[in-house]
């Protein structure tokens, strides 16, 4: 795969400690997708994809794996297709199976250097943010991107600090007793308030940011070029 692009930017060195990386993706939606592809695209050679979720017509509107033509197929077995039409030599992993916290401890098998949380359960999320931190494995969360509409609002930063987002709100109400913990929980936040749709609104460009940001988050931080997170 070339990289020549990348690597002006970050130098050699830095492509490399990017290939050797293992990163853990939950949840292939809007946002997790755009990790995965951007991810790839940077040079991500090692990667598990987990979801047990079908892709649906509703999805196409935002989520880059759906097209007309792979409806009801799997998001992971969908996914590492793409993959290797990107990178041939990429070894890619699959859980295809909905996680919840009950059988959360199978995403611990074997040892990663990030996990991306881009599920919408909250009870998964707040498990994996204490199993994480148990473990010392380096974690970025995605919070709400459903009802928002301006991407410009998008910022990364840290749990303690999130307002204007619901499911930031009940993540720190769950874990309201733990407040050091949340001063180390990376995020994907809007600072947007929700547009109150009787449904889940989305758009295709707003879990997209929020996905590109999350890479953004992590090739910083490996390359050593650290992000001022937003206060």
Known sequence: ???????????????????????????LGGVGGYVVESLVRCGVSNITLVDGDTIKPSNIN??????????????????????????KDAIVNIINTHITDDNIEVLFSDNYDYIVDACDTSKVKVKLIKECHNKGIKLISSMGTANK?????????????????PLARKLRQELS?????????????????AINNKMLGSTAFVPAVAGLLITN????DITKNKLILNN
Do not use: C, F, P
């Not at 990289?3 to 853990?24: C, D, M, T, Y």
């Not at 007793?177 to 308030?193: F, R």
């Open 177 to 193: 007793k733990e407040k050091e913990l949340m001063k180390d929980v990376v995020v994907v936040t809007s600072t947007e308030k």
């Open 217 to 220: 988050y992590i090739i910083l």
């Open 62 to 87: 935002r989520q880059i794996i759906a097209t007309s033509k792979n409806n009801n197929k799997y998001k992971t077995k969908e996914w590492k297709k793409r993959i290797k039409l990107i990178n």
């Open 149 to 165: 509409l301006d991407a410009t609002k998008l910022i990364i930063t840290t749990l303690d600090k999130t307002e204007s987002d």
């Open 1 to 27: 795969m070339n990289l020549s692009r990348l690597e002006s930017l970050v130098g050699n060195e830095n492509i490399e400690k990017i290939k050797k990386l293992k990163i853990l993706v939950l949840g």
